[in-house]
């Protein structure tokens, strides 16, 4: 896992990944673009970056079931956050996506036949519970939909997560997936242009651009080279920035609050998959933890 001044160094560009993650909230609601359409071209861009990073580390695309399912599974998180983010509110997005780790041990039950124990059941029923206040604030037609979409997104997630893991930690798998999840999402949203109305001004394909180098491309690269050093336990952690400060960059420059149920599910949502994210760590033998 490498030597402690590397550990740290990994943990801090980690860190540095998720407050580059957090801006995606703040840079969909400025534009005003059809969400379909902000999904692909910030896709675009982020496949372009991780296709020459990948071709300058030597790492080839290797195309398989994994890394096809999980470019579906990224895709659909990508496509379906987008869009919430425009019917809901971006903390409910964000944190209904971070539910992710709930879907799969759910799926790992349901496909890989993987027995949940005590903890597993009780941070899927504490989870199930905050998602719940996330709808009892007076929701429009449209916030409930993203709601539910937010929730898609984290399903997505975990099939992707998943899909990865089945291929024993193969990086060549977990990057090719990326990319072609970004293909995939490109391909998709621009296709959208023969339906939507498209009058782009120029500080709203600015902000497409920082979304794709700035807030995709680069982060899952500086991820990529963080994740060989970073313990897996501090890696999960040190994520729980993003959904922590994607709403703070919304109120702080959109004025955009959450509601107060939706507070508290947040916090729960955040604080049961923490600890269950501590608890496996601490179960694990200790070869194998970073």
Not at 62 to 67: A, D, L, M, Q, R
Not at 172 to 181: C, D, K, P, W
Not at 282 to 287: E, H, Q, T
Request: aromatic share 12%; with cysteine; net charge positive.
């Amino acid at each position: 896992m490498g030597t402690i001044r590397q550990q740290r160094k990994a943990m801090a560009m980690v860190a540095l990944c998720a407050v580059m993650w957090s801006i995606a909230g703040i840079f969909i609601k400025w534009i005003s673009w059809n969400p379909l359409l902000i999904a692909g071209f910030r896709s675009i861009i982020s496949a372009f970056i991780l296709g020459i990073f990948m071709l300058y580390t030597g790492r080839k695309l290797k195309i398989c079931k994994y890394s096809i399912l999980a470019g579906i599974g990224l895709s659909g998180s990508c496509i379906c956050f987008v869009v919430a983010n425009k019917l809901t509110t971006a903390a409910n997005a964000i944190v209904l996506q971070y539910t992710a780790p709930i879907f799969i041990l759910i799926l790992s039950a349901f496909f890989l036949k993987k027995k949940m124990r005590g903890r597993d059941i009780g941070v899927v029923l504490l989870t199930v519970i905050g998602i719940a206040l996330f709808f009892f604030d007076q929701l429009s037609p449209g916030s409930i939909i993203g709601n539910i979409l937010g929730i898609i997104a984290g399903l997505f997630l975990a099939i992707m997560l998943v899909s990865v893991g089945q291929a024993s930690d193969d990086d060549s798998v977990r990057m090719s997936g990326i990319l072609l999840a970004h293909v995939f999402t490109s391909i998709i949203g621009t296709s959208s242009l023969f339906f939507v109305s498209f009058q782009p001004t120029s500080t709203e394909l600015l902000y497409v651009v920082i979304l794709g180098v700035f807030q995709l491309g680069i982060p899952y690269v500086l991820f990529s080279v963080a994740s060989k050093y970073c313990p897996p336990l501090a890696c999960s952690l040190i994520g729980t920035l993003e959904p922590l400060l994607n709403p703070v960059w919304v109120f702080l420059f959109y004025g955009e609050a959450p509601g107060i149920w939706a507070l508290f599910g947040a916090a729960i949502v955040i604080i049961a998959i923490s600890n269950w994210i501590i608890l496996e760590n601490k179960s694990l033998p200790k070869n194998e933890i970073g």
